[in-house]
């Protein structure tokens, strides 16, 4: 049975930090990319960040380069998502995407609120 667990979220004062973590089970963590995506309050599900298989290209969403990073640990079955600077347009569920070919598994979800 495939699992992604996402955990880190919470509560944080803008301009803190945060890391996310998605740990994967039940399929073999080294063949997929892995993304995070976040959905806000009436907003749709938008993609943040994507890393390859192999960890050798990263992307991002024009809104978060430079404050996002993300990365993967394979011996750790984990993917990362290190977030600076955050801002109240940053409150969402993130979400942790696992994609091979014609499979796509999702995590649950973490909420991250950014507030004072």
């Known amino acids: 049975q495939e699992h992604l667990v996402e955990s880190g979220g919470g509560l944080v004062q803008p301009g803190g930090s945060l890391r996310l973590s998605c740990a994967a089970s039940?399929?073999?963590?080294?063949?997929?990319?892995m993304s995070w995506y976040r959905q806000a309050p009436g907003k749709e599900r938008e993609l943040v960040a994507r890393?390859?298989?192999?960890?050798?290209?990263?992307n991002y969403a024009d809104s978060v380069k430079g404050r996002f990073t993300i990365s993967r640990d394979d011996a750790r079955n984990t993917v990362y998502l290190q977030i600076h600077n955050l801002n109240s347009e940053d409150t969402a569920v993130y979400f942790c995407n696992a994609h091979w070919g014609w499979s796509s598994y999702w995590g649950q979800g973490t909420q991250v609120t950014v507030s004072s």
């Open positions: 039940g399929f073999t963590f080294s063949r997929y990319a």
């Open positions: 890393i390859t298989n192999n960890g050798d290209s990263t």
